[in-house]
Structures are given as structure tokens and as C-alpha cells.
């Protein structure tokens, strides 16, 4: 008896009039795509942030961390966000993100309690570890001090960046993470139905 991979594989090699053995035709060179090369960084992240806004995601440059405090509490104001959750990785650390949004008055629950606690969060905050300007995407990898949870569960996903972490291709991403157990890619806000 087939399995049901094999069963669909075969019937896709019938619909190709191939058979298991058969040698696959080369690429035509007409639909190759060369590898993208990535301008400047500024042009990278302008691409990037256009992109993003584009998918009706939300972007602000800002050029030091002292410049963060402002830009959490206007976002604090404008999405009233009464909690928050927070990937406790060293750069997040370094930022002073939960002492800053401590000080606002904002409720910090750890990214290890229950899915449902998590949830109920206004904002979650994430780095990123890669960006891909053409499109707009971010990708986040998943560990111990980086629960998936946090970018998916709460109403509000804020994702610092970095210009390091811009990549020029998906190719490049893929071959960067290719050992990792998991990993998400952020494209836009969600568009799941409430």
C-alpha cells in the first residue's frame, strides 16, 4: 500500500508524463533570476520601512536609544497598551525596553507565562534577525529567550530592528537558518479574522 505522499507524487508524475527515473530538463536561462544586490544601508531601510507600511504595518526611524523612551510612550498613548510582553534577549536588555515601559506605567508579564496570560497582552516586543527590504518581511527566530509567542499572541507586535540584520534574499535567510528548529516570517500585520 502507498502512502498518501507517494500516491500524490505519482499523480503528479503522471500529469508531467514523467516516471521516478525520469531527468529533469534544465532551467532555461530566460527564467533564471540573478541574485538581488542590496544598495546602501539607508537605501535598505527606506526600502524596508516602505514596504512594511505598504502591508499597513506601522515604521519609525529612530537615530539613538535615547530617542526610544518618546517613541514607546507615544505608541503607549496612541494603542493603549496597559501590558506588555517582552523577549528577554540581551539587545532588548541593553535598550532599557522594560525598564522604560515599567516607568510609563505599563504592566510587564514574562513571555514564559500561560499562552493565555501572553495573550492578553496589549503589545508584544521582538527584535528581529533578519529583514528582507524587498519585501517588506522579517524574520524571527525561536529560543528560550525568544518564545514565538510574543510576536503572534498579543493585539500589538513591536519589532526592533537593526540595519546588521538586513539581508538581500531569501536565499541568503535560508542558508543562515537552515539549522534551526524554527522560525517565523512577518510579513504585514496579521489579517486573520476577530
Not at 119 to 148: F, H, M, N, Q, W
Request: one cysteine or more; a negative charge.
Amino acid at each position: 500500500m502507498k502512502s498518501p505522499r507517494d500516491e500524490v507524487l505519482d499523480t503528479v508524475r503522471a500529469a508531467l508524463k514523467r516516471d521516478v527515473d525520469s531527468i529533469l530538463p534544465s532551467v532555461p536561462l530566460a527564467a533564471r533570476i540573478s541574485s538581488r544586490v542590496p544598495g546602501d544601508v539607508n537605501a535598505e531601510l527606506s526600502q524596508l520601512f516602505a514596504e512594511i507600511e505598504k502591508l499597513g504595518g506601522k515604521t519609525q526611524r529612530l537615530t539613538n536609544a535615547a530617542n526610544l523612551k518618546d517613541a514607546l510612550q507615544d505608541l503607549i498613548r496612541v494603542e493603549a497598551i496597559k501590558k506588555a510582553t517582552l523577549w528577554q534577549t540581551t539587545d532588548l536588555k541593553e535598550l532599557g525596553i522594560e525598564e522604560a515601559l515599567t516607568s510609563i506605567g505599563v504592566e510587564i508579564v514574562l513571555p514564559y507565562a500561560s499562552n493565555r496570560a501572553v495573550a492578553e497582552c496589549d503589545l508584544g516586543i521582538t527584535g528581529a534577525d533578519y529583514a528582507l527590504p524587498e519585501t517588506g518581511t522579517l524574520v524571527l527566530r525561536s529560543s528560550i529567550e525568544k518564545p514565538r509567542i510574543v510576536s503572534l499572541l498579543p493585539r500589538v507586535h513591536l519589532a526592533i530592528i537593526r540595519p546588521n540584520i538586513l539581508r538581500a534574499d531569501l536565499h541568503q535567510v535560508f542558508d543562515e537558518v537552515k539549522r534551526d528548529g524554527y522560525f517565523v516570517f512577518v510579513t504585514g500585520p496579521s489579517r486573520t479574522a476577530e
